[in-house]
């Protein structure tokens, strides 16, 4: 419980970081884009504005979800980070529609675009990108909430290069329709990045089976534990990023050491699963709490 304490103080301090990082670029882009004329770098901009929301949204979940639980709130806030992940997911959906959409309407109108100064920006917007994503990329593996700030930094870099690119192009062609063109690709990849969270953050809302798990193969590895006659009732769900919690009916032979096989099914799935919140009731097996069929 230490380790998990002191990697969610890291994770704050870096998502903060991140915050003041994306504010103080933003504010360079959405002057850089308003100057240029560039729709890649206002929707950059954009980008960038939600990310602050997220990253800043993501920081308080983490905040909510070290409060202890209540009489009310039995499992406490933890559900507060895959709440925000689905925020912030849905939330960049929205955005990649309305980029989207104002890239089909410049193909039709494409502005002039500065070309030079774009470039120089979309440099300066992957360096702080870079930078953003090292803070953020140890963590996002073990966090839905720091994963869904991963992402969007990340999705702001190929921004940040589909910028680049315009840029180079505008300045040496004078094509401006490279510019909608670019700001459609990033839309895209927003929405094929975003579409993964989404699905997992709302699987664990729905109480799904930990992707990582096999609930067949958890409840087929107790059943052979010594002491054991089997295994119903078994429920495996998660309650936030890292902590998942499992619950069962342990059916036992008639005199059996209840205390003794729950300690080696504690073991089991603590060792081999990684799962330490378990609920087990055990029941001996003519009691009429077993079902048959």
């Known amino acids: 419980m230490h380790n998990k304490s002191e990697s969610r103080s890291t994770q704050q301090k ?4 991140v915050l003041l990082i994306t504010g103080m670029f933003m504010v360079i882009e959405v002057i850089g884009g308003l100057l240029t004329g560039s729709l890649a770098l206002l929707a950059d901009a954009g980008h960038m504005l939600t990310d602050m929301a997220a990253i800043g949204l993501s920081a308080f979940a983490m905040w909510m979800a070290a409060r202890p639980s209540t ?25 990649a529609i309305w980029i989207l959409y104002e890239a089909y ?18 440099f300066v917007g992957l360096a702080v990108n870079v930078a953003s994503i090292k803070l953020l990329a140890h ?18 870099a190929i921004s940040s290069v589909g910028v680049i690119l315009g840029g180079v192009t505008i300045w040496l062609t004078g094509w401006f329709l490279i510019d909608p063109f670019l700001s459609a690709g990033i839309s895209v990849f927003i ?17 799904g089976v930990p992707t990582h798990l096999d609930a067949r193969e958890v ?15 078994l ?59």
């Open 191 to 207: 929405v094929w990045r975003t579409w993964a969270l989404l699905t997992q953050a709302v699987h664990v809302l729905m109480e």
């Open 219 to 233: 409840g087929q590895a107790m059943a052979s534990m010594a002491g054991v006659k089997g295994i119903h009732d």
């Open 14 to 17: 870096n998502l903060l970081r």
């Open 71 to 95: 009489p009310e709130k039995s499992y406490g806030y933890h559900r507060a980070e895959i709440l925000t992940a689905v925020i912030n997911a849905v939330v960049l959906l929205l955005l």
């Open 235 to 293: 429920h495996i769900w998660t309650i936030t990023s890292g902590l998942d919690a499992l619950s069962a009916h342990v059916v036992v032979p008639i005199g059996e050491d209840r205390d003794e096989v729950l300690e080696r099914l504690q073991q089991l799935l603590r060792d081999r699963f990684g799962i330490d919140h378990v609920t087990l009731q055990i029941v001996e097996e003519r009691s009429d709490r077993v079902q048959v069929g």
């Open 139 to 156: 963590e996002s593996a073990s966090s839905l909430n720091v994963r869904s700030a991963y992402l969007e930094v990340l999705s702001d």
């Open 105 to 122: 309407r410049r193909v039709f109108e494409p502005p002039h675009v500065l070309g030079v100064p774009m470039l120089l920006i979309g």
